[in-house]
Structures are given as C-alpha cells and as structure tokens.
C-alpha cells in the first residue's frame, strides 16, 4: 500500500510538471517536511516551518483557510469547518501569541482532530510570496521587451490599466503564475489558494463575470481580456497582481538599476532609507533629496 501511494503520488508530480511549465510551485505536506529536516528546525517548531513553507501560517495571522487543502473532509460530516473554526478560536484565545511554534502546532492539530483525513503525498498549489510577484512582473516586462526605464516607469504607474502594454504584462504574469489560460480563463482552484479562500457563491459570480466577458472583449484582444477577468472577476473583492497593491497599500517601492530589482523600505522625504537588492541580498543607502515622497518610477542614485 505504501509502495502504491509512492508510485500514485510520483504520477502526479509529474503530470503537475508536464501541466505547469512555467513558475508554478507545488509541495506536499511530505516535501515541506523533507525540506524543514534539512534546516535542522527543532522538533517543537517544525510544524511552523511546514506550514510556512505551503505559505499556510503567519505568526500574526493565524492559520490560512485554504490549509485545508491538504484534507479529505467526509462529504457526510457538514460540521467538520465549523468544528475546526471553533477549534482554532479556542488555540488563538489560550495559547500566548509569543508562542508561534506552539501556536502552530496546535492549529495543524485542530484539522488533525476536526476536518477530515489528512494527504500528505499530493502536492498542492503554493502561493507567491509579494517579491516573487514583483519579479514575475518584471520578468514578464523583459519577455516581452519592456526593459528600458521610461518603459517600466509607464508600466509601473499605470495602475487603471489603460496601456496595452501594462495589460499585456498582467496577462504574462498571471499566465506564469498559473492564474490564468487563454483557453480555461482563471483557474479559480490557484485563485482560492491566492486569495485566501472566499465563500461558494464567489465562484458562480465569477464564472458569469467571465462568460459576460468573453462576448464583451473582442477575441483577438487577449491582453484585455486577461487583465479584465482578474480585475473584475476576482479584484473586485480580492487582490490579483502586485500592481493593485500600488497605491497606499503598501509602504514599498521598487527602483531598477541594469537588470538588477531593488526593494526600498520607506517613502520619508529628504531623507535616507535603507535598500536591499532582491536579487542578490545586498544592502546600500540611497538618498531621497528634492521630493514630498516617493513615487514609482522616481529617479535615485545607487552606490554599491
């Protein structure tokens, strides 16, 4: 039997890898466990260090919804989410929020003990982190040929999405994170991963947004099509690229120097800000000199 669950779940990965040849990621609750032995996590935390690495936990937050699916609820037992919202409310209240292991620990056990049976073989959908999301997007700007700065400024600041180019960006970004095919449109199951989960009848108004759709954009513009599902099907209650979290949402700029992606930390005006370089971890001091703020696409002198 064990034999057989290994040969099931070696098809399945491969038929995740023949399916998804582009960013996508994938993990089982084994190969998270695998991969935190190899950090020598101690015993007490490697719970929190599984469930990090499905980008199912956060310290602050609490556990992610859409842990669950990692479980084989009984189609029966109609009270197994309520039992495990319960479950974990009790944890949250009682246990010290210092104690993430802990913490952790005993919110894996709320679905252990209260929503099903427990797949640890079949890989399932990981989501991005935020500066993964900005290098896809900045990937997808050099694939299709946006590379110079007033480009990627235009890009960045189109945040309505009104140029072809910005649309057609979204669309390659979503295409590489597996959001999105011409040929299925949003793939709804990765969106609920993405989004943190969202009630059932999220998914009918979205499969209507999509077929409303299809007969408004003329077939030929896919770009627009692309963008117009993820911004009206799905970002109308949930966030789908890091150019929606634009704005005010987040306290973070990006700044580009030769094909390096730079991640600035603050918007103090005259003032210096700390720097890190996404791609190779190095820290450097710029000053911001003659504006109230910054702006994506602002001009800034690097020093390495």
């Known amino acids: 039997m064990v034999q057989f669950g290994i040969l099931i779940s070696t098809l399945l990965a491969q038929l995740v890898t023949a399916s998804d040849r582009h960013k996508i990621v994938y993990k089982s609750l084994q190969q998270a466990t695998n991969e935190c032995n190899q950090y020598n996590v101690q015993g007490g935390c490697l719970t929190r260090c599984v469930t990090q690495i499905t980008r199912d936990w956060n310290d602050t937050l609490g556990m992610s919804p859409v842990y669950s699916r990692f479980f084989e609820p009984n189609p029966n037992d109609v009270c197994s989410n309520n039992r495990t919202q319960r479950c974990l409310q009790t944890k949250n209240a009682t246990i010290p929020t210092h104690k993430s292991c802990l913490r952790a620990s005993e919110a894996v056990q709320c679905y252990l003990d209260q929503y099903g049976e427990v797949n640890t073989i079949v890989p399932q959908y990981v989501r991005f982190t935020t500066y993964q999301d900005v290098q896809n997007l900045f990937d997808c700007a050099a694939i299709l040929g946006y590379w110079n700065v007033e480009q990627l400024d235009a890009i960045l600041r189109d945040s309505e999405f009104k140029r072809p180019d910005t649309r057609c960006v979204i669309r390659c970004a979503m295409i590489r ?3 999105y095919s011409d040929a299925e449109g ?17 998914y009918q108004r979205a499969a209507e947004c ?4 299809r007969q408004e954009v003329p077939c030929e513009d896919k770009c627009l099509l692309a963008q117009r599902m ?4 799905i970002g109308e209650d949930y966030e789908t690229s890091i150019m929606q979290r634009k704005g005010n949402t987040y306290n973070t700029i990006y700044a580009i120097q030769g094909s390096d992606v730079y991640n600035i930390d603050g918007q103090n005006a005259n003032s210096n800000v700390a720097m890190t370089s996404i791609q190779r971890d190095k820290t450097v001091n710029i000053e911001n000199v003659n504006s109230d703020f910054y702006k994506y696409g602002d001009t800034v002198n690097v020093n390495k």
């Open 177 to 179: 994170s597996g959001l």
């Open 186 to 202: 949003l793939n709804m199951a990765r969106y609920y991963v993405l989004c943190g989960g969202y009630d059932d009848g999220f």
């Open 210 to 213: 999509e077929a409303r759709l």
């Open 230 to 233: 993820a911004s009206e099907c």
